[in-house]
């Protein structure tokens, strides 16, 4: 019994357990995670405070579990790995989390502090691991002394809390981990976002009261800004359209709503006929609307954390760098409001926006409202790289906000699956389904063992047609014969069962709504299979 107590006493005072400490201080209560020999001192500090650890089947599932789980709660998602190969298993999720603004904090060890840049030979070796992920990070900074790591810790939260969101990647060498350490005066450091000054936002309030037909772009900067956001539009009489990450911030069945359709023509005519567009939370990128600029003719605000957003690509005519709901609320009261929206013109461009469907996409709709159909209002839909989810990001419809998840930056398959199951732990009360077509999915299924072992509620809709759907079109719009575009692909069924999930192939489109509704009731994640080809689609 002594002999344990003297570990625990010892854990106490090295650099792992501090991490951990620290971690603790900002109210992290779980993380994700593949232990390693390299993280042995990190696992003894999260064993001994008893903080959650998930386990995962390869680091790539822990990096897209903490952004579904950030995406989902609003809070950091944090996951621990190892030196080299472990750090960039995570490499594509840390990039995708940089893309699409999400905060994520990734603990990794490093080789010791004697050994870095020498390429001597040591196990996990990279001889810049630092240099090898800052490119992909808010923060990538190497804590060689544990006096350093209150700062540092303190520095990612700044970047959470007070600008556009990153990852923040912390590396600890390895004789930092087992070093000497004492954070316990450390104290959790809250900064404040930036606030727009009283001029510039009386200037904005007088371009707003001047425009005939204003229209507001709404981003993912807005999700935690719905009241603010929707009391704006209200005032102002502007209608309004969200990017894909901002899907459901307004209603879709508000009447001034256009839905998240910055990709659609009817739309983007829509926006080139105002004469003031006020953009919020939203860096207006390609995968934003899909065309190299969208036709903003008349004057421009833009509202943003990220001072670079603010003029790049869109000189804006009015910048304010500042947190969108303080500063929606700020030009709500200084506007005068009155006009009257236009709900004929948001009528019309939501009604071409419908009919503007080929036939492919028609078919993703029948299974997109069978989706609907089985699942609550605040349910979490988080979708993959695949057709089907292209479709949902312009039509499925949202009446609240973080509740459409999709890689739409760096644009990774494989993502659905694993940030389904970080959302669900993140909100267990609430509804979640992924969405992945066959390629995706099996880019990341050895995680489907992940929420097997926690007897997750988890349906899984696998969008089979056999192919790389949208690359094999691409081809075949090219005159470019197909090549590496239709694997063959596992028996979806007999693949769920053998990881000890439940599996079904509806015969219908009511069959896959009961079916959603039986998998959100299940012990462990079910595998719903819906093929392309399906008579009842045609």
Known sequence: MSANKADTKTSNQIGGHAAVALLETYGVDTVFGIPGVHTLDLYRGLADRKMRHIGVRHEQGAGFMADGYARASGKPGVCCLITGPGLMNAATPIGQAYSDSVPMLVLASVNASEDLGKGRGRLHEITDQRAAIAPLAGIARTIKDAAD??????????????????????EFPLDMLSGPADVSQAKRVKKTRPQACGADLARAAALIDAAQAPLVIAGGGTVDAAAELRAFVEKSGALCATTTAGKGVLPDSHPQSLSGTLSLSPTQRAIGGADLVIAVGTELAETDCWV???????????????????????????GLLADAGPTLTALTAAITGGRQPDLAQAQAVRKANLANRNPLQRKHMKVLDAVRAALAPDAIVVSDMTQIAYTGNVTFPLEHPRCWFHPNGFGTLGYAMPAAIG???????????????????????????????????????????????????????????????KPKNPDFQGLAKSFHAYAEKPASLADLTAAIQRALKADGPTVIEVHELADYLT
């Open 149 to 170: 790591l209150p700062q540092a810790m303190a520095d990612a939260y700044a970047l959470f809390e007070t600008a556009r969101p990153r990852p923040a990647v912390l």
């Open 292 to 318: 190299e600029r969208l036709p903003i003719n008349g004057q421009l605000i833009r509202i943003d954390l990220d001072a670079a957003t603010l003029s790049r690509d869109y000189a804006p005519t009015i």
């Open 423 to 485: 959302a669900k732990i993140a909100c267990p009360s609430r509804e979640v389904i992924a969405i992945a077509g066959d390629g995706g999915f099996l880019f990341t299924v050895q995680d489907l063992a992940t929420a097997v072992e926690l007897g997750l509620s988890l349906p899984i809709l696998v969008w089979n047609n056999d192919a790389f759907g949208q690359i094999a079109l691409g081809m075949n719009e090219r005159d470019i014969p197909e090549l590496g575009v």
